[in-house]
């Protein structure tokens, strides 16, 4: 909706929404105040208005009721208790707090030297100080520290944090170090406000990967140096104990830390003695005191409380969410006015267990793919809020102009599929010689059923939709799929394990945009680096592997030539789209990035100027819109 439209609702419906929120969180009384629009960050900038004070309020005591009118509420994000707040470890189950991610990592607790920008591409200051700067044989970058820089316990942050934080990250085999410190060969500090990043060389003498030096810069948080060596102290340095320590004490340079959390919620609370006030960043403190995201049990939940008002910021598929505003006249809002309403870079993805030996066999995983019906998967899971395959063939690129350039579309086109070809899969199958020869209807491959278990996690409704239909896709070509949806921290742990046996055709996201795109999705989808590697989050779930696959990836990342580069990518689409390891369900944004303008308002939209990608306020330059947001009058 157009900002005057929202802003009208907003007024109208306030006080019945605040009312039928009393039953969950009283108000505590304040003055509202508002928070004035903030400058685009840069090292140079100057601060626009002196940061105020927050306005007094009776002392909220960790678990208690929260003030309305100074917290944000968030949805969507968070499944089950948190489990720490170590930012070493890839298994705090900490969504607010710890995310590391290559299209911007959530820097509220936990900062990045760079925020990554999708709209535009580019890399906006934040521990850093002004722009990165390669040498001429593009092998090693220099970034220079905000003097104004400071951990929450008053010391500043060096260069000396960024280079121990990398060596600590390899050392412990996290997900950081072993993404990252294959194709960076060292981080130093050349002075307390000087890093030096050498990228690995190549025999010639290039970097092996600059696409991955750059997304470093945006991905991989700065931890205190004082305070790891102290988590290795008491972990006598055992790279298992040091991952698996909650960080109760950690150290942090954000605007926001924990206050409180339980298996009902997760609280942030501001630090007004934040460093980014200072006139080289924000120049004032963001808007919100508190960052609360409720623990519900499932998206149907979420979604009851986001109509409520009781949730701000909501991150998951609503379906036709229009009709919140259009039928329901609720100050509901998304990115963009018009379907799809949000940008979508992303492609949930159907992975097969290659560990399973029947989905060794491609003939089946690609029958599996063509019967699917990707159009009753847009209508049913979507609601429309997707581009069909049709209209953007399938691919490693997501649907935007930059990456669908990347690759020869006529030269994939006789293998492309568009779905619900139940004649073609059958006859696939049966050319295969793989026949119901029991007559039972569910055919055979050497003596075994085709018998599969297709899960996604349990409340997650657009993916359960679409996990129906790939099990219906399964019954109309004589393979049974059975369904399961366990609970999403359950689901997880069993994915990203280095073997597992729960799951056939399982669920999973892929890579959005970021600065190694499309490659870092292509890697993500089909890298053999992946296999026999425990607690991965990195990609490649199913375990699949092919020697021409892995070349490519080495190769795509140090050519300079786009020709070249685009001959590469389209022999890896050709590769895909024969072997089938996955299948991409549906295109969709990032992140569902909804807002309810019942409390605060001023959210990031399309065509306001801001600039501000809709992330949900916390990944990237996102984290922007927490400066931008005010209080409806």
Same mark, same amino acid.
């Given at each position: ?25 009283? %108000? ?60 070493? %470890? ?83 085999? &996290? ?33 092996? &990967? ?118 329901? #006249? ?89 779905? &619900? ?52 896709? #399964? ?70 592997? &092919? ?87």
């Amino acid at each position: 909706m157009k900002k005057n439209v929202k802003r009208f609702l907003s007024l109208l419906l306030t006080m019945v929404m605040v009312l039928s929120m009393l039953t969950a969180c009283k %108000s505590n009384k304040t003055d509202e105040t508002s928070t004035k629009d903030t400058p685009t960050p840069t090292a140079t900038t100057e601060a626009t208005d002196t940061p105020t004070a927050t306005p007094a309020t009776e002392e909220v005591k960790p678990g208690g009721e929260l003030p309305r009118n100074e917290t944000l509420y968030y949805g969507g994000l968070q499944w089950g208790a948190v489990n720490g707040w170590n930012p070493l %470890s890839d298994d705090m189950n900490n969504a607010l707090a710890i995310t590391q991610s290559g299209g911007g990592s959530r820097t509220p607790m936990f900062e990045t030297l760079y925020m990554y920008n999708m709209l535009d591409d580019t890399m906006t200051p934040l521990l850093a100080d002004g722009d990165y700067q390669w040498n001429a044989d593009r092998t090693e970058i220099t970034v220079k520290i905000k003097s104004a820089a400071k951990w929450s316990d008053g010391t500043a942050v060096t260069a000396d944090d960024v280079a121990y934080t990398f060596e600590a990250d390899a050392k412990v085999k &996290n997900g950081q170090g072993v993404a990252l410190a294959p194709y960076i060969e060292s981080v130093t500090a050349v002075d307390p406000q000087t890093v030096l990043i050498k990228a690995k060389l190549d025999a010639k003498g290039k970097a092996v &990967n600059p696409l991955l030096v750059v997304a470093y810069l945006g991905q991989t948080y700065v931890i205190q140096k004082a305070w790891i060596q102290k988590v290795e102290a008491r972990c006598n340095n055992d790279a298992a104990a040091i991952k698996k320590d909650a960080g109760e004490d950690v150290v942090y340079s954000g605007p926001y830390h924990n206050f409180y959390n339980d298996d009902q919620k997760v609280v942030l609370v501001r630090n007004d003695s934040y460093w980014g006030q200072d006139a080289s960043m924000w120049g004032k403190l963001p808007a919100p005191k508190y960052l609360c995201h409720t623990i519900y049990a499932d998206n149907p939940a979420t979604e009851v409380a986001f109509k409520a008002g009781e949730v701000d910021v909501d991150q998951q598929f609503i379906p036709n969410i229009q009709d919140l505003w259009e039928k329901d #006249g609720l100050p509901i809002s998304t990115y963009l006015q018009d379907a799809p309403y949000g940008i979508c870079v992303n492609m949930p993805t159907a992975w097969f267990n290659m560990d399973n030996k029947l989905l060794q066999n491609v003939a089946i995983r690609k029958a599996i793919a063509m019967a699917v019906d990707y159009d009753a998967i847009n209508a049913n899971a979507m609601t429309g809020q997707s581009p069909t395959f049709k209209n953007i063939p399938r691919s490693v690129m997501n649907p935007t102009d930059g990456e669908q350039a990347k690759y020869d579309h006529d030269a994939v086109k006789d293998l492309q599929w568009t779905g &619900n070809d139940i004649e073609g899969a059958k006859k696939l199958l049966d050319d295969a010689g793989i026949k119901d020869k029991n007559g039972d209807g569910i055919r055979e491959l050497d003596g075994k059923k085709l018998s599969f278990v297709a899960a996604c996690p349990d409340g997650w409704t657009d993916w359960q939709a679409a996990i129906e239909i790939v099990a219906a896709a #399964g019954k109309n070509i004589g393979i049974d799929i059975t369904t399961q949806y366990p609970q999403a921290d359950v689901f997880q742990s069993t994915v990203t394990s280095k073997k597992q046996t729960e799951y056939d055709i399982f669920m999973m996201w892929t890579d959005s945009a970021g600065p190694t795109q499309p490659w870092g999705r292509l890697r993500m989808l089909t890298s053999s680096e992946y296999n026999g590697v425990d607690n991965n989050w990195a990609g490649n779930w199913g375990h699949y592997s &092919n020697k021409r696959m892995d070349e490519l990836i080495k190769l795509i990342p140090g050519e300079a030539d786009p020709a070249k580069q685009k001959e590469y990518y389209t022999e890896a689409v050709k590769i895909y789209l024969t072997d089938v390891p996955s299948f991409s369900l549906m295109y969709r944004p990032d992140q569902f990035h909804a807002v309810n303008e019942s409390i605060w308002t001023n959210y990031p939209e399309s065509g306001d100027g801001n600039n501000i990608p809709p992330l949900v306020l916390l990944n990237g330059y996102s984290i922007a819109g927490l400066y931008k947001i005010d209080l409806v009058k």
